[in-house]
């Protein structure tokens, strides 16, 4: 009896350069033939700038800078005259009062690196109760590297 010696079975090897091109092929038709949907974007009304409008500003239009000292102090467009004291309401009335007749004024809050935390988020939300455009800003020290 002769017996056969089994002969050693090959791996089977699946070559992925097909299917990776197929799909290539599957994602370039459905890119080419796909619609966008123009009903779900956004309408953005964008604001058209004029060459002599910096001349022409008026002081209606200039930010209230609110200005928090290290103490916790605050002071309205002046670092030098700060307010009677930290109230709330001080502060509301101050803000009222240099707003002016601008309906919608643009308050700036400008904090020391040191300005106590609670002062600047109790400016914010006195800023935010008058329904006044907030921003806040700080400044960058620039270190020399030499």
Request: no cysteine; hydrophobic share 40%.
């Given at each position: 009896?002769?017996?056969?010696?089994?002969?050693?079975?090959?791996?089977?090897?699946?070559?992925?350069?097909?299917?990776?091109?197929?799909?290539?092929?599957?994602?370039?038709?459905?890119?080419?033939?796909?619609?966008?949907?123009?009903?779900?974007?956004?309408?953005?009304?964008?604001?058209?700038?004029e060459a002599n409008s910096s001349e022409h500003k008026s002081t209606e239009n200039q930010p209230i800078?609110?200005?928090?000292?290290?103490?916790?102090?605050?002071?309205?467009?002046?670092?030098?005259?700060?307010?009677?004291?930290?109230?709330?309401?001080?502060?509301?009335?101050?803000?009222?009062?240099?707003?002016?007749?601008?309906?919608?004024?643009?308050?700036?809050?400008?904090?020391?690196a040191k300005a106590p935390y609670e002062e600047m988020?109790?400016?914010?939300?006195?800023?935010?109760?008058?329904?006044?455009?907030?921003?806040?800003?700080?400044?960058?020290?620039?270190?020399?590297?030499?």
């Open positions: 009896m002769k017996l056969r010696r089994r002969q050693a079975h090959k791996d089977p090897h699946i070559n992925l350069v097909p299917l990776i091109d197929t799909l290539f092929l599957l994602l370039v038709f459905f890119m080419m033939t796909t619609t966008f949907n123009q009903k779900g974007m956004i309408d953005i009304i964008l604001p058209h700038g800078r609110v200005i928090i000292n290290a103490k916790g102090e605050y002071a309205i467009n002046d670092a030098q005259h700060t307010l009677i004291n930290n109230d709330a309401e001080t502060l509301k009335r101050a803000l009222q009062k240099e707003a002016g007749n601008n309906p919608n004024p643009v308050v700036i809050i400008s904090g020391d988020l109790r400016a914010v939300q006195m800023v935010g109760t008058l329904n006044y455009v907030v921003s806040l800003e700080y400044e960058q020290k620039v270190t020399d590297s030499k």
